[in-house]
């Protein structure tokens, strides 16, 4: 028994409830305005502050001390002022985009709302299915529109050769997995000669998308509800992209062949996955590594598992991915990253001409 080991892992223990508790708060404060409120906004009390984000001052005092004395605010205790660090700004502000991790947070509560299933599912060894978790696709869409937004079509779509002069003229882009169709929506507002089909299986997920599109006047994109697992379309599009869409699949393998075979000869499929490697080993010193392992067991690999799958989980990694997408037919040709998403990597396969 090494004491000093125990002590060190007491607090280890004390900082990690410290640290769920205060990603529930920021969680919180990104919800209600808060961060956005105190951004810029100088030294303020807690009646100050709840009468600019227009929130209860009782809520907002409490809210501020746990901000305090979790490192997140500065607190003047004499003059009763909190401030949000200039250095603290962009990663909870929605000014913050891609570097806002305040949306990230959001992912415990969300998690948590499935807390019970999760420890049934232990038992049983059953899935959790996507019914269980009705926020999910509202939160998804926000995790990933801010990443959209600052690099879809500057960078992620450039990682395609010839993509952006063959949409520019007129081109037809698949995106399965679409969820509520952020991307699609960029794509078809930024390339008008271009026709884009965002393919889904989860009816909250499309119908924000058709609300969006038809509320944009969008006339060339458009969603299908199916399963990609028995998607049969043969020859019909010059450009697939999944987007953290294959690992929590039921059945990756036959989505990834059915991808392929809806590709035109010589089509291009841009597959972003979650960055990760595929031995856990090798993923210990990774930053995300927790959060993956955890956002994996309560809701990736437990949704495959639910639809009878093979619940690969969230670190199924470069490896196994690139071994997947050889065994659907593809040339793979590069996996890269990109900085505007730290997430994920970035597979370019090619199907043969
Ligand atoms: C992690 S989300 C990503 C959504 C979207 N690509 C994004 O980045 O915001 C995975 C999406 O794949 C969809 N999905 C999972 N399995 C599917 C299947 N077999 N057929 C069609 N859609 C599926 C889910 O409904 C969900 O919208």
């Known amino acids: 028994m090494d004491k000093e080991r125990a002590k060190a892992f007491m607090s280890t223990m004390v900082d990690t409830i410290n640290a769920g508790s205060i990603a529930l708060m920021i969680s919180i404060g990104h919800r209600t305005g808060l961060f956005d409120a105190m951004a810029g906004s100088g030294p303020v009390t807690s009646v100050e502050l709840a009468a600019a984000a227009d929130l209860d001052e009782r809520y907002v005092r409490e809210w501020l001390a746990a901000m305090a004395t979790g490192g997140i605010v500065d607190y003047v205790p004499d003059a009763g002022t909190f401030e949000l660090p200039v250095e603290h700004q962009m990663l909870v502000t929605r000014a913050g985009g891609p570097l806002n991790l305040a949306t990230t947070t959001q992912t415990i509560a969300l998690l948590g709302s499935v807390e019970d299933d999760i420890v049934d599912a232990f038992k049983t060894g059953a899935g959790v299915p996507y019914s269980r978790y009705p926020k999910f696709q509202g939160w998804m869409a926000e995790e990933s529109a801010k990443r959209f937004d600052a690099a879809l079509i500057d960078e992620m779509i450039p990682l395609i050769p010839g993509a952006v002069d063959a949409l520019t003229s007129g081109a037809t882009l698949a995106d399965v997995g679409c969820g509520s169709g952020h991307a699609i ?122 639809h009878g799958g093979e619940g690969l989980g969230t670190c199924w990694g470069a490896t196994m991915t690139e071994e997947y997408l050889a065994a659907a037919g593809f040339n793979h040709l590069s996996t890269s990253t990109i900085k505007a998403d730290r997430a994920n990597s970035y597979f370019l396969s090619q199907k043969g001409a």
């Open 185 to 306: 929506m960029l794509l078809a507002t930024r390339f008008p000669n271009s026709t884009f089909v965002g393919i889904d299986f989860s009816d909250d997920g499309l119908e924000a998308a058709r609300i969006n599109a038809d509320a944009a006047g969008l006339r060339n994109a458009s969603f299908i509800g199916i399963d990609a697992a028995s998607m049969d379309m043969v020859d019909a599009y010059d450009f697939v992209t999944t987007f953290d869409a294959i690992h929590d699949q039921a059945q990756p393998a036959a989505v990834l062949a059915n991808i392929y075979k809806a590709l035109v000869p010589g089509g291009y499929y841009l597959c972003a996955e979650p960055r990760a490697h595929s031995l856990l080993r090798d993923n210990m010193a990774e930053p995300m590594s927790p959060y993956q392992y955890t956002m994996s067991t309560m809701h990736c690999m437990s949704v495959s598992i639910a």
